[in-house]
């Protein structure tokens, strides 16, 4: 196809695109309005719907769809709950198309009016461009996106540049349960023939300026529980004359971390890959408004003053996070009680080469010499229930260089290169279950408030990021077919 008819398709494709606008936010409407949330047990079931809805929107794009069962899983109290069945859908097989395989999750954080949200969380709502709604961003909209674009091709009558493959998943913000296996049973079927992976989970580093993302930090999920007795106790009868679990707790937590960030879990830092100057270099060279990435945060300050020392605490190095304590009051007013068992829950950021089963040791060493300490006649429990490895991919890889021209046609601009600090646990397994190319290609802006109050995606973004999705198709079709006609008459000559 020449350049110039490959623009008219492209032009009548943002033209549809723009004239199906409404359609498409009516889709996300309908997708956000299910409180698919993962992390909460009573809401399993929505994430079943959402898991359903997810399927009949592929299938009515035309695609094949196989809803894999993945059996339960056990929660920490011993209740057993089935998984939402992840989505392996088709769409084409053209032997003359790479096969482009996507990755998304339809599942969400939990979100409730109260926590903040200026609009109801579950129904999107849109105000100065902005649609705001839980799942929005993360990852109900790229999903769509993805899905409108494929759509487009279809409406127009267009021949499909590429192959289409989906794996759409339920358990994404609780770790993605059950998915290594699937993938590791998958991969001499459903991943046989796929060329390329795509995920599209994750933000831009500024809210105007396009990216592109080559790496991602892991994630280790710890569990820390002091359990004194059975039964809560009145503070008055027995406050002073006991050993507080919760104190005991609030002293272990109180030592994980220091005041400048650094955590204090001896040895936490020791294999994390050495910084190289031509890294540093690639840094410096990164263009990041520190302001506009405050005021998306809304603190006063941050831990760190330079644009290098933040990208890499944000990409580079281990955080550690305090996210909770369960059986701790923490409704409103005051109730003089002292709980009999509490949970403090936090994670540690993972980046190359931490290793989770060293990690879990060192954590687990460390909060038991804090524990001994105490004198306290307790019981401590310490677990790590998630367990997700970081990720790093080679930018020279042919994805990358389609991405890059397609955000050039709609974006008018080249992407900022970056990686992310948080996770997307299935990067790293599709990198080493399938050895296929993996890149993220996010449409969503850094002020986008992933797992916050007032989630968005701004209409801009939705509908921009159809575009690049559907442009990516005919980028990496023109390169994949130009490097194996290459390869071919290389061959026979
Ligand atoms: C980046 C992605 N949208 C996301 O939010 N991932 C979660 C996954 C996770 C990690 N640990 C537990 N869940 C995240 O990074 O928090
Ligand atoms: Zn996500
Ligand atoms: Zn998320």
């Known amino acids: 196809m020449s350049s110039s008819s490959s623009s008219l398709l492209e032009m009548e494709i943002f033209q549809y695109i723009d004239a199906h606008q409404s359609d498409f936010i009516k889709d996300l409407k309908e997708w956000v309005a299910v409180e698919s949330d993962s992390v909460q047990p009573h809401l399993r079931k929505e994430v079943m719907r959402m898991m359903a809805l997810a399927a009949d929107r592929l299938a009515a794009l035309g695609a094949t769809v196989n809803l894999v069962n993945l059996g339960s899983h056990q929660l920490p109290d011993g209740q057993v709950l089935p998984l939402p069945s992840v989505i392996l859908g088709e769409l084409g097989k053209d032997p003359q198309n790479p096969t482009v395989?996507?990755?998304?999750?339809?599942?969400?954080?939990?979100?409730?009016?109260?926590?903040?949200?200026?609009?109801?969380?579950?129904?999107?709502?849109?105000?100065?461009?902005?649609?705001?709604?839980?799942?929005?961003?993360?990852?109900?909209?790229?999903?769509?996106?993805?899905?409108?674009?494929?759509?487009?091709?279809?409406?127009?009558?267009?021949?499909?540049?590429?192959?289409?493959?989906?794996?759409?998943?339920?358990?994404?913000?609780?770790?993605?349960?059950?998915?290594?296996?699937?993938?590791?049973?998958?991969?001499?079927?459903?991943?046989?023939?796929?060329?390329?992976?795509?995920?599209?989970?994750?933000?831009?580093?500024?809210?105007?300026?396009?990216?592109?993302?080559?790496?991602?930090?892991?994630?280790?999920c710890f569990f820390v529980e002091v359990e004194c007795g059975s039964k809560d106790l009145h503070s008055g009868t027995f406050g002073g004359i006991i050993h507080e679990p919760l104190l005991d707790l609030i002293a272990l937590l109180d030592s994980l971390v220091d005041s400048t960030g650094h955590i204090q879990i001896p040895g936490i830092y020791d294999s994390v890959a050495a910084l190289t100057e031509e890294e540093r270099k690639l840094y410096e060279s990164i263009e990041f408004e520190l302001e506009e990435h405050r005021?998306?945060?809304?603190?006063?300050?941050?831990?760190?003053?330079?644009?290098?020392?933040?990208?890499?605490?944000?990409?580079?190095?281990?955080?550690?996070?305090?996210?909770?304590i369960e059986g701790a009051f923490h409704e409103q007013g005051i109730k003089t009680v002292i709980p009999a068992k509490v949970i403090g829950k936090f994670s540690i950021r993972q980046v190359p080469h931490m290793d989770l089963s060293v990690v879990k040791k060192q954590v687990v060493k460390h909060l038991e010499g804090v524990f001994s300490k105490r004198n306290s006649p307790n019981k401590l429990k310490v677990s790590m229930p998630l367990g997700a490895k970081p990720w790093l991919a080679d930018v020279n890889d042919l994805l990358y260089k389609a991405a890059r021209r397609a955000i050039k046609t709609v974006f008018g601009e080249d992407p900022?290169?970056?990686?992310?600090?948080?996770?997307?646990?299935?990067?790293?397994?599709?990198?080493?279950?399938?050895?296929?190319?993996?890149?993220?290609?996010?449409?969503?802006?850094?002020?986008?408030?992933?797992?916050?109050?007032?989630?968005?995606?701004?209409?801009?973004?939705?509908?921009?990021?159809?575009?690049?999705?559907?442009?990516?198709?005919?980028?990496?079709?023109?390169?994949?077919?130009?490097?194996?006609?290459?390869s071919h008459t290389e061959a026979i000559n």
């Open 101 to 220: 395989c996507f990755y998304g999750h339809v599942d969400v954080q939990p979100a409730k009016k109260e926590d903040g949200w200026n609009t109801d969380p579950y129904t999107l709502t849109e105000i100065d461009g902005n649609l705001y709604g839980r799942g929005a961003t993360d990852n109900k909209g790229p999903v769509l996106a993805w899905i409108n674009a494929v759509e487009t091709f279809r409406a127009l009558k267009f021949a499909m540049p590429v192959n289409f493959k989906f794996v759409i998943e339920g358990m994404e913000e609780a770790g993605s349960l059950g998915l290594e296996k699937l993938l590791e049973e998958e991969n001499q079927r459903f991943f046989s023939d796929v060329d390329y992976i795509v995920i599209s989970d994750n933000l831009w580093l500024s809210n105007k300026k396009p990216a592109l993302t080559y790496g991602s930090r892991g994630n280790a």
């Open 295 to 324: 005021k998306n945060c809304g603190v006063k300050k941050f831990l760190y003053d330079t644009k290098e020392e933040i990208l890499l605490h944000l990409w580079r190095y281990p955080s550690l996070s305090i996210h909770g």
């Open 416 to 486: 900022d290169f970056i990686r992310d600090g948080s996770t997307i646990p299935v990067a790293r397994m599709f990198q080493t279950v399938t050895q296929k190319s993996v890149m993220m290609l996010p449409i969503g802006a850094a002020d986008d408030g992933e797992h916050s109050q007032n989630e968005k995606i701004s209409r801009h973004n939705y509908i921009e990021g159809t575009k690049l999705f559907a442009a990516f198709f005919l980028e990496i079709s023109k390169l994949h077919r130009n490097l194996h006609e290459t």
